[in-house]
């Protein structure tokens, strides 16, 4: 490991504990709102149940800050992160660089949290909206140099936009390693797999056979989005993949719309003092007709935790990721962004139902790394000023349902694709999980705590 980054480690003060031997039986529902920062939290706050309203995650007892860390190839700290190495901090307690899942700076494998609980006798299940070979939940049970290897196609090098994107050869079946996330996804053992990613089930391995064969070797049942989810039964693993990549999203902006320029006059172009602006019209929230047939956030969360349950006196951990707040937010898509949080709420409702009936279920409700969306005044603070006064950036203006008008703006770049921001980012818990868990946190530190209440010992911060 680079020096830089075990001296960040050493110089970390350890929490003061007092120990306590883990129940034989309990639960872990980690839900992560991808990009789910403090402005995306207030978003859907102020569109969901209006600006003095509360939210789910608002009634849960517990909240804190959590420091997002990232390193370089050479172990030089970072300040803005990705959802691959902050997956991997979450699922294994390491600090890694961009790009890497469950993997450190030199290629070492990084043991999970979902791991250690299947050795353990738990079961695990992931559920999200993006594709199951996605950086977020493939980080919880793969191991690759990059998170482009989704599918035995992909580890031996693919394109992103003509882009080139690496390829993981150490780590390819072809050349003797566990295979791409998809190959090791299915090996796993994990009893609930549910998300996007058909288009990975349907490549070709290594033996000849397509990887949904190998998960039915593997005695996967496989569902699809002709499935009724609520009439799944019992007694197998199962495996849902409900579109070709990324699920679609509940809500656009009218006639998808998204983020957009301020118009200025040709004077303007002449002397910021001078000319006129024109901004961008309002825009509601509207169903995106693109949705019909997507099982919901929660249909899919329903089914895990049923599944997960049956007949169970071990526990299981449970991820569920709500991954589209991030990727609408990469499109300047409020409305795509919003939609995604309610359905997280929805899954988070359904999440404490069930830890209203068992007693020692935790709830972590998180975030990844922050986004690009910003909350601007509207109209500007300086809009009585005798000059023209407009964000710069891209701005969606929202009615909302109370009947207010929310200016979100996006202004990282001026490509075609928002860009992560470095803030810290939310924690929500249940009481059970409150114990373990201290105001402020690394994000190691979440899954410190999550490994000690799920598999170890209890720890409470006394500092």
């Not at 039986?25 to 709102?33: Q, V």
Request: net charge negative; with cysteine; hydrophobic share 35%.
């Amino acid at each position: 490991m680079h020096k830089l980054l075990c001296l960040i480690i050493a110089l970390t003060p350890a929490l003061s504990v007092h120990a306590e031997t883990a129940a034989s039986s309990r639960n872990l529902i980690l839900i992560i709102g991808d990009g789910f920062d403090d402005q995306h939290v207030t978003m859907g706050r102020n569109y969901l149940v209006g600006m003095s309203g509360k939210l789910t995650l608002d009634a849960m007892p517990y909240r804190a800050s959590v420091q997002v860390e990232t390193v370089s190839e050479q172990g030089q700290p970072l300040y803005v992160a990705d959802s691959a190495n902050t997956a991997t901090s979450l699922a294994t307690g390491g600090i890694t660089q961009i790009g890497r899942i469950a993997t450190d700076i030199e290629d070492n494998d990084l043991t999970t949290i979902a791991e250690r609980a299947l050795d353990s006798g738990f079961r695990v299940g992931l559920v999200t909206t993006s594709s199951l070979t996605d950086a977020t939940p493939a980080s919880f049970l793969a191991h690759v140099s990059a998170r482009s290897c989704e599918g035995p196609e992909e580890v031996l090098g693919s394109t992103y936009y003509g882009i080139p994107q690496p390829a993981c050869l150490d780590d390819a079946r072809d050349n003797g390693g566990p295979g791409s996330i998809i190959e090791q996804l299915v090996n796993s053992g994990a009893q609930v797999l549910l998300g996007g990613g058909t288009k990975f089930l349907e490549q070709t391995t290594i033996d000849g056979e397509t990887v949904a064969a190998m998960a039915t070797g593997q005695g996967y049942r496989i569902l699809g989005r002709e499935t009724d989810l609520g009439s799944v039964p019992p007694g197998r693993p199962i495996l849902g993949t409900f579109d070709e990549e990324t699920l679609e999203v509940r809500w656009r902006g009218t006639d998808a719309r998204v983020g957009e320029v301020t118009e200025t006059s040709w004077l303007h172009h002449l002397s910021d003092y001078l000319g006129d602006t024109e901004e961008p019209e309002p825009m509601s929230c509207e169903p995106n007709p693109d949705y019909e047939g997507t099982p919901a956030l929660a249909s899919m969360t329903d089914l895990a935790l049923r599944h997960l349950s049956q007949d169970n006196d071990r526990g299981f951990f449970l991820m569920i990721e709500s991954a589209s707040i991030d990727k609408q937010s990469h499109k300047r898509n409020p409305c795509g962004s919003i939609g995604e949080i309610e359905q997280l709420e929805e899954s988070l409702a359904l999440a404490l139902s069930f830890a209203g009936q068992h007693p020692d279920t935790a709830i972590l409700v998180t975030a990844d790394h922050a986004q690009a969306a910003q909350i601007l005044p509207e109209p500007s603070l300086y809009s009585s000023y005798p000059i023209p006064i407009y964000s710069p950036g891209l701005v969606a203006r929202i009615a909302t349902p109370e009947g207010g008008m929310m200016r979100i703006n996006y202004a990282t770049n001026n490509g075609f694709s928002e860009e992560h921001t470095g803030a810290n980012i939310p924690l929500f818990a249940n009481d059970v999980a409150a114990p373990w868990l201290g105001p402020f946190l690394r994000q190691r530190e979440v899954h410190d705590a999550m490994s000690a209440f799920l598999l170890g010992t209890r720890e409470i911060n006394t500092e």
